[in-house]
């Protein structure tokens, strides 16, 4: 009996413990919170940051997911999801005003009763913050089952000035119906659509359509679960708009910032993009603009528009801040109304003016402007564009004014860009390079082109031939990031030759990546073939393994004067030299150094 007694004892149901261990940590609130940043991949800048809920370090409810899963079975979803929302707004502090904190909140709750709305504002309001500062983020944990109560327990939150985020697109099958039932403002798309996106071209596809059919509804996507730099390289020349991983910052207590390595790749990839697209920034197209104090009375507003009768509209600012935007038009039609004046005259602007206008920064490109302008709403769609710098009101653009910029960029572009590859043509090139050389400050010209291409093309078709020179523009732009500088240049002289105009101070670093990168992705081109050997132009069989990639780098110090004749003649001659090796291979060269410079540098020559 006292075997059988103790046995009894020592079996405790571990179910109850957990659940006992579960409610001890409901209702002493023992979860804590960790933030993660959400990068701009057009400015490199933090947009915001996500909230994550921790249960108590080193237990068995530490992982999130076993937490909610656990709440979720014993029926406490909705106090677990309200005390970590208490606990996330708790803890955010912004140095920036404009950035936003991201909110995770499972679709089941907005159909529970007791999810009562304005208490999330009452925490907001505690900590200094409004409700433009968040964005309630839909989680895929469960689908969402009404979206009628869903629609509508969502404007109550957006006419407060709240933002809406689809969670997890693409990994669950009812995120593409949330996203057409609730037409969120931000869609943040799957780790697994992510992952290895720069070697795989479906997912490429995927995530490209998703960004053309985002910019369609004014929706803006954050990719998330970014860990590579070459995800983040291919994801900021695709046009999406923000960034999330481990990469770009990890989950913590304390709120990070983007690093200047990261910065740097966001901000040359962003460049490649304009440049391939051939748009100015917005910031090119500033005009000034009339500011009013939020505290100002409309009649001194509408006085204004009555003295300036060619003025459409004036912005709203707070401690140089925009805030709000009131057009001309929509002014007097609201005081035009019965009773209009004896409404609104005395009352201050910030109870008319319109309180989400579109604001973007300086630095984006006038292309995504122009889809977001003309993505609002038909009533807003001629409203003054916003511009800010560092985050300080700076001016407005027009419509007609980013349309026009838009026509006659493309009508340039159409003329010089390369048709295959999207990259600047020959016309370009030429304005680069002389650019640079009028500037006469230290840079690198790199000429590349593939040894044995027609050989490939004969053997494995046009389409593969063409495959391979857009994969070899990517292994450029690829290297310069890892490698290069921001200013740096890339052009697309025809067939398979591309030239680099770079800044970066060791452009044998800048070589040696680009030949690595092509060597370990040219084998994916064969299709597992075997061959003894290969042709060259003339039709002479070389024993070799395959396309290699061949570089010829002229340094121009620039100390003494340096042609464009000059150049042409040494980059021949060095061509011969680097093809005359075996496997990839670069040789570099120097012009416009002091004489007794140029003499001791010589020529160096290198295979891999």
Not at 125 to 149: A, H, K, M, W, Y
Not at 248 to 270: W, Y
Not at 501 to 516: P, V
């Amino acid at each position: 009996m006292k075997n059988d007694t103790m046995n009894s004892s020592d079996h405790t149901n571990p179910v109850s413990t957990k659940a006992e261990q579960f409610m001890e940590i409901l209702s002493g609130k023992k979860i804590y919170t960790v933030y993660q940043p959400i990068v701009s991949l057009i400015e490199g800048s933090v947009l915001g940051y996500e909230a994550l809920t921790r249960g108590p370090r080193h237990g068995f409810f530490a992982s999130p997911l076993t937490l909610f899963e656990f709440a979720e079975k014993l029926g406490v979803l909705y106090q677990l999801e309200r005390i970590a929302r208490e606990k996330a707004i708790q803890g955010a502090r912004f140095d920036d005003k404009r950035q936003m904190l991201f909110i995770n909140i499972s679709a089941s709750i907005l159909q529970d009763p007791r999810f009562i709305p304005g208490q999330t504002l009452e925490l907001l309001q505690e900590q200094g913050l409004t409700p433009s500062n968040v964005v309630l983020e839909l989680t895929e944990r469960t689908s969402i089952e009404d979206f009628s109560l869903a629609k509508k327990v969502l404007r109550h939150y957006r006419n407060q000035g709240y933002k809406i985020a689809i969670d997890d697109a693409g990994a669950g099958y009812s995120s593409l119906q949330a996203i057409a039932e609730l037409n969120p403002d931000f869609i943040k798309v799957d780790k697994s659509l992510i992952h290895s996106i720069y070697a795989n071209k479906t997912k490429e596809y995927i995530v490209e359509t998703l960004v053309m059919f985002a910019q369609k509804l004014n929706i803006q996507i954050i990719a998330e679960g970014i860990e590579e730099v070459e995800e983040l390289v291919k994801l900021t020349r695709l046009g999406v708009h923000f960034g999330q991983g481990y990469l770009l910052g990890k989950p913590s207590e304390t709120f990070e910032t983007v690093s200047a390595d990261n910065k740097n790749v966001i901000l040359q990839h962003r460049r490649i993009e304009q440049w391939a697209g051939g748009t100015c920034s917005i910031g090119d197209l500033i005009t000034p603009v009339q500011l009013f104090s939020v505290n100002v009375p409309i009649s001194q507003v509408a006085n204004y528009f009555k003295q300036n009768v060619s003025v459409a509209g004036a912005v709203i600012v707070s401690d140089d801040m925009p805030v709000g935007l009131i057009m001309r038009e929509r002014l007097f039609q609201q005081l035009a109304g019965q009773y209009g004046f004896s409404l609104f005259w005395n009352r201050s602007i910030d109870q008319m003016m319109d309180k989400n206008p579109l604001i973007v920064d300086a630095q984006t490109p006038v292309e995504l402007v122009s889809q977001l302008a003309t993505s609002r709403d038909i009533r807003n769609l001629y409203d003054l564009v916003v511009i800010t710098e560092a985050g300080k009101m700076a001016g407005v653009a027009t419509i007609h004014s980013i349309l026009e910029c838009i026509t006659n960029s493309r009508m340039e572009t159409a003329k010089v860009a390369s048709p295959l590859t999207g990259l600047p043509g020959n016309i370009q090139i030429h304005r680069e390079l002389g650019r640079r050389l009028a500037d006469k400050k230290h840079f690198s010209v790199i000429y590349a082109d593939l040894d044995y291409f027609k050989w490939f093309n004969d053997k494995f078709g046009f389409q593969k031939g063409d495959q391979l020179i857009q994969f070899t523009a990517d292994v450029i732009l690829q290297s310069i990031a890892a490698c290069g500088t921001p200013s740096d240049f890339v052009g697309h002289i025809g067939g398979d030759d591309f030239i680099v105009l770079s800044n970066a101070s060791d452009s044998r670093k800048l070589c040696k990546e680009i030949i690595r990168r092509f060597d370990a992705g040219v084998c994916l081109f064969y299709d597992s073939e075997e061959w003894t050997f290969v042709e060259d132009r003339e039709g002479r069989r070389i024993e070799s393994d395959g396309v290699t990639i061949s570089l010829s780098v002229i340094v121009c110090e620039c100390r003494t004067n340096v042609t464009l004749e000059q150049i042409s003649q040494t980059a021949a001659r060095l061509k011969k030299q680097s093809k005359a090796k075996s496997g990839s291979s670069y040789v570099i060269d120097v012009l416009g150094a002091d004489a007794k410079d140029e003499a001791g540098f010589g020529v160096d020559a290198e295979p891999t």
